[in-house]
């Protein structure tokens, strides 16, 4: 059974820093695309950061240049980093993920995590 666990949600001042963790058991296949997504009650989940198996990359325009996306692969966790944080940023953040990048890309990845409320007061 695949299980997606995510940490290091909080609250942070504008312009902090929070690093976030998705711990992945129970994984059954060879390849893989995980993503960030974060969503506030009442709009739109919007998609943050991808990664894959093979280390592609990929960022929502509203976030490059602060949040970075990595891997250790050896934990199976998936990390962001997140920078220079403001109050747009806040959010509950979900981990997800799919074997195919197209799934996950579309905001329907099979696998999803409990999310993590991060907050930034101004």
């Known amino acids: 059974q695949v299980q997606l666990v995510e940490s290091g949600g909080g609250s942070v001042q504008a312009g902090g820093a929070l690093r976030l963790s998705c711990a992945v058991s129970g994984w059954p296949h060879s390849t893989y695309c995980m993503g960030w997504f974060r969503q506030v009650p009442g709009r739109e989940r919007e998609a943050v950061a991808f990664i894959d198996s093979i280390d592609s990359i990929r960022y929502a325009d509203s976030v490059k240049g602060r949040f970075t996306i990595s891997q250790d692969k050896a934990k199976r966790t998936v990390y962001l980093q997140m920078n220079n944080l403001n109050f747009e940023d806040t959010a509950i953040y979900y981990c997800?993920?799919?074997?195919?990048?197209?799934?996950?890309?579309?905001?329907?990845?099979?696998?999803w995590g409990q999310g993590t409320q991060v907050t930034v007061s101004s």
């Open positions: 997800a993920a799919d074997q195919f990048w197209s799934p996950v890309v579309k905001g329907q990845p099979k696998y």
